[in-house]
């Protein structure tokens, strides 16, 4: 069963606008979330994260918020930028010695 | 400081043979994790090394096996190669435990034909 869910595959938005990646997962033993990033030909680089005690991470012009009871995390980049075209991916820790990955959503954004 | 750099990046192999592929961890690094992504699969945990141990194991098959060494560099095994088992094959290091995030590889690009 996949616990970290990304619905959406693919998204377009244009430069300078927001750009909302969202992420949902099934285990509610997760208590650190992280978001990547991912160029092709490149390995996954970390982005962002949220610790479950927390509904709202910031840095820079990347923001992450946490909704806990719906079991929903969103990636916020403002203003978007075309080089954050890349593949996103939301991954998930409960504790254990590995993260479990979404699968990724594709993020374009048009200048 | 150096990244954490796999070798090689591209590999094509027939059906049937096997594959060693190699992983070199961030200095300090103690924990080596391998991932397996596929076009609409995300990425797949395979396993992870600390200290030369094996913590956990994710829902392959005995063909796909690794191991660590002393200094904390880690190859990963792959043998009776089948086409699905075509991917990008990542490692990610960390100091101790995941949560802290990964540091992944460029990848290795692996083709069975």
């Known amino acids: 069963d996949q616990q970290v869910k990304q619905n959406s595959p693919s998204l377009s938005v244009q430069e300078g606008r927001i750009s909302i990646l969202n992420c949902d997962y099934t285990n509610s033993m997760f208590d650190y979330f992280l978001w990547y990033k991912k160029y092709p030909a490149e390995g996954p680089t970390f982005l962002i994260s949220?610790?479950?005690?927390?509904d709202k991470n910031e840095d820079g012009r990347f923001t992450v918020f946490l909704n806990k009871s719906a079991k929903h995390l969103s990636l916020h980049i403002v203003p978007s930028q075309p080089g954050d075209s890349a593949v996103y991916f939301c991954?998930?820790?409960?504790?254990?010695?590995?993260?479990?990955f979404g699968k990724g959503t594709k993020l374009t954004v048009n200048p | 400081k150096a990244g954490v750099t796999q070798t090689p990046r591209y590999l094509i192999k027939t059906r049937g043979q096997q594959v060693t592929l190699s992983c070199s961890p961030i200095s300090g690094h103690r924990s080596v994790s391998w991932y397996q992504q596929t076009p609409g699969q995300g990425l797949q945990f395979l396993f992870e090394y600390f200290s030369e141990t094996q913590r956990n194991k994710g829902n392959f098959p005995g063909r796909f096996s690794g191991r660590q060494f002393s200094n904390s560099r880690s190859e990963m095994n792959v043998s009776t190669l089948e086409l699905g088992d075509s991917a990008l094959y990542l490692c990610a290091s960390s100091e101790t435990t995941a949560v802290y995030g990964y540091t992944f590889g460029s990848g290795t690009r692996l083709t069975v034909v």
């Open positions: 991954a998930a820790w409960a504790g254990s010695e590995k993260l479990v």
């Open positions: 949220i610790s479950s005690i927390k």
